[in-house]
């Protein structure tokens, strides 16, 4: 049996929000444009509205394992007309098949506008089922961007803005998942606001953003260091998409003993699997992209503790570089050229090794 309880309890610092949300349960209105950066807690949030609105008594809608509550994301960088018409339509309009109601969550939303030059399209084919909603249904737009969204598609939601949280909140809450002090405080500097960060820095990525925090401190300016550097930092990036496939196989796992403890009819079973493994697709395609740039980020932030001089540097368990200012603004500059890189070509190993070539080694005070 699953765990009873309370979903709101995931939706950490927002307090307004979700006492906005609570109310809203009892006279649902039939579209939701929830607004959030990544990490902010309004996919938390929208998992939680849809849980208390199907009257689960589980974590299911969590964990994504609910009949009733369906989530899409674009397959690419933008949803396509296909995407809309034949699987967020579709599924509104699909009977509920545990209660009496059905949540339809659509993250990234403002990926809705389509790829360049088509119009707006699929948010165009999703405007008609906004306006004509079914009576059973509620969809929940999760955006970061509320701007780029149709002005047509805005009007027919319920807008709720979510905050971005400040670091004292985002310690507190890992250290309630167990985190230690130290490591907790760390993250929650380095996160950015993002609750889904913070916890990220503090788990998977623990051992990435150290490794990627004390290369610079090892280059000598040899092409030897820049070559032994890279490797350590392709073996973290491997890492860290690495435990994303353990958290995947205790996903299946679960699901498959959820369908089999709940008896679903095989039309409903054979739906979950398939959106847990073309979820599981996509979240692995992007896992080694995003946990590079995490580890470029990290360099970053070494880099812009070395300018911020007289500030307490966010990296607070490393020594600021010894290095100029100019040779600073070029490293950054080198992992700004560097993220581009990897749009075009997606070799980490040589991406690495240039990069680490292209970064100051340590003592060069000198600008240059």
Not at 177 to 194: F, H, K, M, N, T
Not at 241 to 263: M, V
Not at 320 to 346: K, Q, S
């Amino acid at each position: 049996m699953s765990e009873v309880i309370d979903p709101w309890t995931a939706v950490v610092g927002q307090e307004r929000a979700v006492e906005v949300l609570r109310r809203a349960v009892l006279r649902p209105v039939h579209a939701y444009l929830l607004v959030g950066g990544r990490g902010s807690g309004a996919e938390d949030a929208a998992r939680a509205f849809a849980s208390a609105l199907v009257g689960a008594q589980d974590d299911r809608p969590q964990r994504r394992a609910h009949p009733d509550v369906i989530e899409f994301e674009p397959v690419a960088n933008a949803y396509s007309v296909d995407e809309v018409r034949e699987g967020i339509i579709p599924e509104v309009h699909r009977s509920p098949i545990e209660g009496e109601r059905k949540v339809v969550i659509v993250l990234d939303a403002e990926r809705l506008r389509g790829s360049p030059g088509s119009g707006g399209a699929p948010a165009s084919a999703l405007l008609k089922t906004l306006e004509e909603p079914p009576a059973r249904a509620v969809l929940l737009l999760v955006t970061a961007a509320p701007g780029e969204l149709l002005d047509t598609i805005r009007s027919r939601c319920q807008r709720v803005d979510l905050a971005a949280l400040d670091a004292a909140t985002l310690q507190a809450a890992l250290e309630r998942d167990g985190i230690e002090p130290q490591r907790a405080a760390l993250s929650a500097r380095l996160a950015g606001g993002q609750m889904a960060r913070a916890r990220l820095l503090a788990g998977r990525y623990a051992r990435l953003r150290d490794t990627f925090s004390l290369a610079p401190a090892r280059l000598d300016g040899s092409g030897a260091s820049a070559v032994a550097v890279a490797e350590d930092l392709a073996g973290a990036v491997q890492d860290g998409a690495t435990g994303l496939r353990t958290i995947h196989e205790a996903e299946a796992t679960g699901l498959d003993a959820e369908i089999e403890r709940a008896g679903y009819p095989p039309r409903a079973a054979q739906a979950l699997t398939r959106r847990l493994r073309e979820r599981h697709k996509r979240e692995d395609r992007r896992a080694r992209t995003e946990a590079l740039h995490e580890g470029i980020t990290a360099l970053e932030s070494m880099y812009r503790d070395a300018l911020a001089t007289g500030a307490p540097p966010i990296n607070s368990d490393r020594e600021v570089l010894a290095i100029g200012a100019l040779a600073a603004t070029n490293a950054l500059d080198a992992c700004a050229e560097a993220r581009r890189a990897f749009e075009f070509n997606p070799n980490e190993g040589l991406l690495l090794e240039r990069l680490m070539l292209h970064l100051p080694a340590v003592g060069a005070v000198s600008d240059r």
